[in-house]
């Protein structure tokens, strides 16, 4: 059985779809079977961080709507982790039970599904935490997205109380924290309350992504290596210098 992992954070734009890239690639380039979900409907974006766009002709609700099978379905390409790419519109046949056979049809050639969410928490964001057994709160350092984060983690386990929830924060820059403009990372931690995991840097790599062909920097690459290992559940010490 695959891990399900349910990428959220309340507000949008704080980079749940940058972060459910790069740990997916960082976790294939370590030998795991990975497939990305875009659940972003109607505003995809997976497949312009994986530069796959053009290349996208099914999604997964075709599969929901048995339009196609899933080999037809799931974009695969070499050295890229596999993409279910999002529908245009949403349907009344996307249902907590449609959804979870389409994932439950998928998940066998899998050791990592990733589910990346749309902004907001409504009654999709349930069926998207009921479905996984973890998850991943992406949050930039600062007070509003920190609020709707709090409010996104109490509707997801409201949703799943077995729901293991872990805190990325991204665009973290020690330079704007010492000028005020930024949260420290503790006081993140203390306002979700959820246990991280890791923290990305603000890098103009990540930001550029789907125009560089997903090139990272040497700490982009770290950060996201750090973070995929502890998804594995290896045991990776935090070091003062991962955050600077
Ligand atoms: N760590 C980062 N450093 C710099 N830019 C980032 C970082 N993470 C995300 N971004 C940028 O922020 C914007 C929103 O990211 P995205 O992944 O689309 O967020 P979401 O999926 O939460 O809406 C994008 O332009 C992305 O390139
Ligand atoms: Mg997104």
């Known amino acids: ?12 734009g704080v980079g749940k779809s940058s972060v459910t890239a790069a740990i997916s690639d960082s976790l294939l380039k370590m030998g795991k079977k990975v497939l990305c979900i875009d659940a972003d409907i109607g ?9 796959v766009g053009n290349q996208v002709v099914y999604n997964w609700l ?27 519109e949403p349907s009344s046949s996307i249902t907590f039970d449609s959804f979870k056979k389409m994932i439950d049809s998928v998940e066998e050639s899998y050791d990592y599904i990733f589910i990346d969410s749309p ?16 998850a991943l709160l992406v949050v930039t350092p600062d007070s509003i997205c920190v609020r709707s984060a709090e409010v996104a ?3 997801a386990e409201n949703a799943n109380n077995n729901i293991d929830i872990r805190l990325v924060i991204n665009r973290f820059n020690k330079n704007e924290v010492i000028k005020g403009k930024q949260l420290k990372l503790d006081d993140v931690i203390d306002n979700v309350h959820v246990q991280l995991i890791g923290v990305v840097p603000e890098d103009d790599t990540i930001r550029t ?13 770290f950060a996201f290596k750090r973070i995929s290992k502890r998804v594995m559940g290896e045991s990776v010490m ?7």
């Not at 059985?1 to 949008?12: L, T, Y």
């Open 1 to 12: 059985m695959a891990e399900k992992i349910f990428v959220f954070s309340g507000k949008g």
């Open 43 to 51: 505003f995809r974006s997976l497949d312009l961080i994986l530069n």
């Open 62 to 88: 075709d599969l929901i709507e048995d339009r196609c099978d899933k080999d037809k379905a799931i974009l695969k390409t070499e050295n890229l982790p596999d993409l279910l790419a999002s529908p245009n």
């Open 119 to 134: 902004a907001g928490s409504d009654s999709f964001h349930e069926i998207l935490a009921k479905v996984c057994n973890k």
């Open 153 to 155: 983690v109490k509707r």
């Open 209 to 221: 992504m789907p125009d560089n062909d997903g090139r990272l920097s040497r700490r982009a690459l």
């Open 238 to 244: 935090f070091n003062p210098k991962d955050f600077s």
